[in-house]
């Protein structure tokens, strides 16, 4: 059974202390691996696409790299609106996709 | 951009009614899906649809139906709405294969009273 496991379930850090997110995946065939934000009360907004191990991506303070079991979601100097909560997915399942519980971010100013 | 837009954001229902759900895709995907998503349970799948007026059952279909009568317009049906039914509904929408980027709407809160 296709599986998304993210850790931490949430994460307090102060503005400007840099951390990683984690996502581990354990998915025959992976067909993409994609990252979210969701803020409250609003549907994921799409963050990144990841295809291959050793791929990287990057959008301002965020940076989301893959291997063949992990994904990381990098965020470097972080302000309080990056707080949301970050949802990993993988391409699997059903539907194609498989979801992880999320990681709720808080950044202290 | 893409725009997934679901017509009502807050619902409050009795316990009883027939509710609907709308969901309008701006990008001619072909693919379609309604999760429900629940604190501690995450996103769920409910049904989804491949293409006009296919429908496949998702994780949780019990208590629902769908239509898809028109390539962008993906519908949800809450044939007599229970007080368990009660979350947020998210819309969302992909072109083709499961690689390709999935696009959500704002969700909507449902409330069953």
């Known amino acids: 059974e296709d599986q998304v496991t993210q850790s931490p379930e949430a994460l307090r850090l102060q503005e400007g202390e840099s951390s990683s997110l984690n996502c581990s995946y354990t998915?025959?065939?992976?067909?993409?691996l994609f990252w979210y934000r969701q803020d409250p009360g609003k549907g994921p907004e799409f963050l990144f696409t990841?295809?291959?191990a050793g791929e990287e991506k990057e959008k301002e303070r965020l940076k989301a790299t893959l291997t063949k079991k992990e994904s990381f979601l990098h965020i470097t100097a972080p302000k309080p609106e990056d707080s949301a909560t970050y949802l990993c997915?993988?391409?699997?399942?059903?539907?194609?996709?498989?979801f992880g519980k999320g990681t709720h971010l808080i950044i202290q100013p | 951009d893409v725009k997934v837009t679901q017509s009502s954001r807050y619902l409050v229902k009795r316990t009883g009614e027939k509710v609907f759900l709308e969901c309008v895709q701006d990008?001619?995907?072909?693919?379609m899906f309604w999760y429900r998503q629940d604190p501690g349970l995450g996103l769920r799948l409910i049904y989804f649809?491949?293409?006009?007026?296919?429908?496949e059952k998702g994780d949780i279909p019990e208590g629902y139906s769908v239509s898809r009568e028109k390539k962008e317009r993906f519908s949800l049906i809450l044939e007599s709405a229970s007080t368990n039914q009660t979350s947020m509904y998210l819309c969302?929408?992909?072109?083709?294969?499961?690689?390709?980027?999935?696009?959500f709407g704002e969700g909507s809160w449902l409330t069953v009273v």
């Open positions: 997915v993988s391409g699997g399942g059903a539907d194609g996709l498989t």
């Open positions: 990008m001619d995907h072909e693919n």
């Open positions: 990841l295809y291959s």
């Open positions: 969302a929408s992909r072109q083709g294969a499961s690689g390709n980027t999935i696009y």
């Open positions: 998915v025959s065939g992976l067909r993409g």
């Open positions: 649809s491949y293409d006009v007026k296919m429908k």
